[in-house]
T-cell receptor, first 114, second 118 residues
Framework: KAGVTQTPRYLIKTRGQQVTLSCSPI?????VSWYQQTPGQGLQFLFE???????NKGNFPGRFSGRQFSNSRSEMNVSTLELGDSALYLC?????????????FGPGTRLTVL | AQKVTQAQTEISVVEKEDVTLDCVYE???????LFWYKQPPSGELVFLIR??????QNEISGRYSWNFQKSTSSFNFTITASQVVDSAVYFC???????????????FGQGTTLQVKP
């Protein structure tokens, strides 16, 4: 079974631009979550999606948004990029929405904002 | 409030030494789940173990073992006879419903970087 895939793997953008990151979950998984990893803040929850609906959101500004499609694939968007948005963005998928589920993580997208 | 604390930022050991990674958590829920993940240099988080709050039985898997103690809110991870391939960042994480219904949201600790030298 293929794992979670994320594209692109690396991105370089400049301040003020916007970016879209993509995540394809494991086949059969219906829940997708996004996390931001930085050296200073560690791993922080961004949002989670299930059945094309955002079910939970972390403490991030409105510049961070996302969506989930009917095939469970998910995208996240960051508008008006700031230097502090430079991070590794990790996507995770699980069978459904429950705290006991194992989350399967993708390799991440490393975003650098110049 | 939910919180996970991994007080050890970095640990360095010599191959074949035993090493314990500490994890302390906070939650108001009586039902919760604890996880350990490994993050090798490639960046992908790899699941190691899950524990629910009602099962305090310790678990051993090969060279890995986990000690869950609700009385001290700790979920420590021990690697016996460490190997160079164990070098990675290890994260402890907590998941509970925190009154919001079903969610898979993970609260991560800051991570412990383990370096195993040959």
């Amino acid at each position: 079974k293929a794992g979670v895939t994320q594209t692109p793997r690396y991105l370089i953008k400049t301040r003020g631009q916007q970016v879209t990151l993509s995540c394809s979950p494991i086949s059969g998984h219906r829940s997708v979550s996004w996390y931001q990893q930085t050296p200073g803040q560690g791993l922080q929850f961004l949002f989670e999606y299930f059945s094309e609906t955002q079910r939970n959101k972390g403490n991030f500004p409105g510049r961070f948004s996302g969506r989930q499609f009917s095939n469970s694939r998910s995208e996240m968007n960051v508008s008006t990029l700031e230097l502090g948005d430079s991070a590794l963005y990790l996507c995770a998928s699980s069978l459904d929405l429950a705290p006991y589920n194992e989350q399967f993580f993708g390799p991440g997208t490393r975003l650098t904002v110049l | 409030a939910q919180k996970v604390t991994q007080a050890q930022t970095e640990i360095s050991v010599v191959e074949k030494e035993d090493v314990t990674l500490d994890c302390v958590y906070e939650t108001r829920d009586t039902t919760y789940y604890l996880f350990w993940y490994k993050q090798p240099p490639s960046g992908e988080l790899v699941f190691l173990i899950r524990r629910n709050s009602f099962d305090e039985q310790n678990e051993i898997s090969g060279r890995y073992s986990w000690n869950f103690q609700k009385s001290t809110s700790s979920f420590n991870f021990t690697i016996t006879a460490s190997q160079v391939v164990d070098s990675a960042v290890y994260f402890c994480a907590l998941s509970d419903s925190h009154g919001s219904g079903n969610t898979g949201k993970l609260i991560f600790g800051q991570g412990t970087t383990l370096q195993v030298k040959p």
